[in-house]
Every structure is written in C-alpha cells, then in structure tokens.
C-alpha cells in the first residue's frame, strides 16, 4: 500500500494548535506521515509532542503566496506529494491559494465556532472533520511527548505559576499571583514564575518589585516550555496556551477564566484538570464584546484562598 500523506496548515496562536491536536490525531493519525505549517515557534514543540513529522515555518516566504490573490506556483513541489491538505482557518484566501497550486484534496475546517455558539473547540473540530468524511482513525489519545531529559518532580512541591495570556483582559491581578507564591514558598512547595518576553515587558515595574528570592524564569522557546512543565507538580495560570499544553500533556492545571468562556475553551487532558471563575452569573464576553465590564467581577471575585485550596485539592487529585 503507498504510503499516505497529510499536511496541516495552522496559523493560530499555541493555545488554538493545542486544542486542534486531538482531533488531528483522531482523524488524520491513520495517515503515514502528518506534516505541518506553522508559527516557526511551535513546529519544535510539535515534533517533541510526536504530533508532527517535519514542520513547515508558515511565516516564511514560500507560503506569502497562501495570504494574498496572487497566483504563482511556488508551492507546487512542496504540496504535491501530499494526499491531502487540511487548513485551520476562517480565511477563504488561503483556500483559493491552496487550490490554485495544489491539484489534492483540500479541506478548510473554521478554527473555532462561531463566537456565540457554546461548544468546546476541540469538540467542534472534531464534528467538523468527521462531517468532511475523515475516517475516525481511533487514535485520539496516542500522542506521548519525549522525555525532557529534566529530572521529575517527584512529591508534587514544585509548582508552576504563570501569570500571562495572549490578552491583558484575561489575566488575574498580578498581585495575587505574587502574594499567592509567596503562600506557597511559606507552606514549602517550590512555585516558579512562568514568564515570556511579553509578560516581562508587560509586568516590568512589578517584576521589579518582586522580594529578593522569589524563584522566576524567562522563557521564548517552546520546547523549554515543554520541558519544565514536564517536570514540574502542577500549574496554576490564565486561560492561555501555557495553560493548555500543561493540560494536554497531562500535568495537575487549575485554569483562571475571566471574560474568556470556559465552554468553548477549557483546558483538556489526561491529568486532573481545574477551572475556576468569578461571578457566575456574569456572561462570558472576550469574544463579542471589545473590552471587559468596569468592574470585571469574573476575575476578581476569584479569591487567592479558594485558589490556593483548589491547587493543594488538584496536587492530590493529580
């Protein structure tokens, strides 16, 4: 039988790709090879998860032509020898692209649902790709990422917080994320900062202000990421793609959700996994409204307490 070939195109964000993996491996795992274009940051990541084959960097120029009405056939070697090319994407340029440049099968499947539609991505994926006619290879739970070469945490004290997201809207106040470490350093765990480039632009005069001591990490790259989180006992942190590569490989996460709705984007895994969210009777609104209400009682009436005994439950569920 000749091997079959399948090329995933995702130009989202970490958190998007990491919700798109289990129906990948669902429905497109039965092929030989599953190759990818992506944000060049997260084709590593993709190889250490053994979720990919070889990685295309999306942002290069060999793939501008996918992003604008152009036609040239600059692509055509590279796509050709694949069977099928599956794109998650709302942009019905790149669908043109592909076909004017590539004679197979091409799928575009919507990234996400429709903002007021309540369903979990990972779920409307997954319907999606089956409606195409995607055998169900059976396979959604196979992937297992490579050793990190880091040495386990073994009793659990070693926690993960990280206090960032894609959007400044999402985020717990700073504040209680440092007071809640320093609860954690008094009751003899050994929490970490979890910080990238743009939470420490971001944060940058309270890092500042931080006590002499207090253990921080500066991370760009996404296989480090991966690594410490493999090695760690648990995380605590935003709705945000560190959250759900934590969820997805399996580590103890408690997930603090704001104006995002958890419906559409809880963390998923195979470890216990936690979401906690203020006032409930106040409506999600990231993805309808430009800017959250005055008050933002969803994530502040989130409090430091009942967070750090959700997080010493999770440890011990996990």
Not at 231 to 241: C, E, I, K, M, T
Request: glycine share 8%; net charge neutral.
């Amino acid at each position: 039988m000749t091997p079959s070939r399948t090329l995933v195109i995702h130009p989202g964000a970490l958190g998007d790709v990491i919700c798109a993996l289990p129906s990948v491996q669902r429905f497109l795992g039965g092929s030989d090879t599953v190759d990818f274009a992506v944000d060049s940051r997260w084709g590593p990541l993709l190889q250490r998860l053994n979720a990919a084959g070889r990685c295309y960097p999306l942002e290069s120029a060999r793939f501008a032509d996918l992003f604008s009405t152009v036609s040239r056939s600059w692509l055509t070697p590279l796509l050709q020898p694949y069977d099928r090319i599956v794109a998650f994407s709302l942009s019905e340029t790149l669908e043109r692209a592909l076909r004017r440049c590539y004679e197979g099968t091409v799928l575009r499947v919507p990234p996400r649902p429709e903002p007021s539609v309540r369903v979990h991505v990972a779920d409307f994926l997954a319907d999606r790709l089956s409606a195409s006619g995607m055998p169900d290879a059976g396979r959604g739970d196979q992937i297992r990422p490579e050793s990190s070469g880091l040495p386990p945490d073994r009793n659990g004290r070693g926690i993960l917080v990280h206090p960032g997201s894609g959007s400044l809207r999402k985020c717990w106040p700073l504040q209680r994320y440092f007071r809640l470490v320093h609860r954690l350093e008094t009751e003899g765990f050994r929490p970490t900062l979890l910080l990238g480039p743009a939470e420490t632009e971001r944060f940058r005069p309270s890092l500042e202000r931080l006590p002499p001591g207090t253990n921080s990490i500066v991370l760009d790259d996404a296989v480090e990421l991966l690594a410490r989180i493999q090695s760690a006992g648990a995380l605590l942190g935003n709705d945000s793609g560190v959250t759900h590569l934590a969820a997805y490989c399996g580590l103890p996460t408690l997930a603090l959700f704001g104006p995002s709705d958890p419906v559409r984007w809880r963390p998923r895994g195979r470890g216990a996994v936690e979401v906690m969210r203020g006032a409930p009777d106040c409506p999600p609104c990231f993805e309808l409204d430009p800017e959250n209400c005055k008050e933002s009682r969803c994530l502040g009436e989130i409090r430091e307490e009942a967070v750090f005994e959700t997080l010493l439950q999770l440890r011990k569920n996990g």
